[in-house]
C-alpha cells in the first residue's frame, strides 16, 4: 500500500466541555426520590397494562367460556384500565417533578469555567494564578441584558455601578435604566465573574437579586 494513503487519515484532539450546575443536596436529593417513584409508577402501569391484554385475549380466544366467566373477565378488564390510569398518572406526575427540578437547577446559574479566558495555566515560572491585590475587584458584571421577546436593553454599566463591597444586591425592575417594553414582563440575565468563577444568572421581573 502506498504511504500517501495515511495522508487521508486525519486525527484531531479537542478539549471536552463540560457545564457545572450550581445546586444543593435537597434539589439533588427531590430529583432522586421523584426519579425513583416514577420508575416505580411506570413498572406497576406497565404489568397493570399486561393485565388488560391478558383478559382481553381470554376473552377473545375463550370459545366456550360461560357466562359468569365472562362477567368476571369483563371486570377484571375495566378494574385492570382503571389501575393502569392510576398508576401511568402517578407515574408521569413524579417524572414531572422530577424534570422541573432540573430545570429549576439549570436556571439557578451555570459555571462555564474555573478560570478567565485570557488566564493561562500557571508554570513553575510564574506565580499561581490565585494570587491577586487588594485593588483587584472579586465581583465584576461581564454583561447584563434587561429583556423580552422584542426588545432588549443593555444594562451592564449601571448594574457595575451598583456593585457595593463587591456584591450586588438590586431589584430587577425597569429603575435600573428604563422599560425596554412597556406592558410585557420582563427577564434580566446576568453574566458576571467572581473569584475567578463565570456564572450566568436570569431573573424575571420584580425579583430580588442577590450577587453573589
Not at 432522586?32 to 385475549?57: E, P, R, T, Y
Not at 362477567?71 to 375495566?78: E, K
Amino acid at each position: 500500500m502506498d504511504d500517501s494513503s495515511d495522508k487521508l487519515i486525519k486525527s484531531e484532539i479537542r478539549g471536552r466541555k463540560v457545564t457545572y450546575y450550581l445546586t444543593s443536596e435537597e434539589d439533588l436529593g427531590s430529583v432522586k426520590s421523584n426519579s425513583l417513584l416514577g420508575d416505580v409508577f411506570s413498572v406497576l402501569a406497565s404489568l397493570a397494562a399486561g393485565g388488560i391484554i391478558s383478559v382481553a385475549l381470554t376473552r377473545i380466544t375463550g370459545i366456550q367460556l360461560g357466562q359468569e366467566t365472562t362477567n368476571v373477565l369483563g371486570v377484571l378488564l375495566w378494574v385492570f384500565i382503571l389501575v393502569t390510569a392510576i398508576f401511568a398518572t402517578f407515574a408521569l406526575y413524579f417524572h414531572y417533578r422530577s424534570f422541573a427540578v432540573i430545570r429549576k437547577i439549570k436556571t439557578s446559574g451555570t459555571v462555564k469555567s474555573l478560570r478567565s479566558e485570557n488566564e493561562e495555566e500557571p508554570t513553575e515560572a510564574i506565580a499561581p494564578a490565585k494570587q491577586t491585590t487588594s485593588a483587584t475587584p472579586r465581583l465584576e458584571i461581564l454583561k447584563a441584558e434587561y429583556w423580552t421577546p422584542n426588545a432588549r436593553l443593555d444594562v451592564t454599566q449601571e448594574l457595575r455601578d451598583r456593585i457595593v463591597d463587591n456584591r450586588l444586591v438590586e431589584y430587577a425592575d425597569n429603575t435600573i435604566k428604563s422599560d425596554p417594553d412597556k406592558g410585557r414582563g420582563k427577564k434580566l440575565t446576568i453574566e458576571y465573574r467572581f473569584d475567578g468563577i463565570t456564572v450566568t444568572k436570569e431573573f424575571t421581573e420584580g425579583e430580588k437579586m442577590i450577587i453573589p
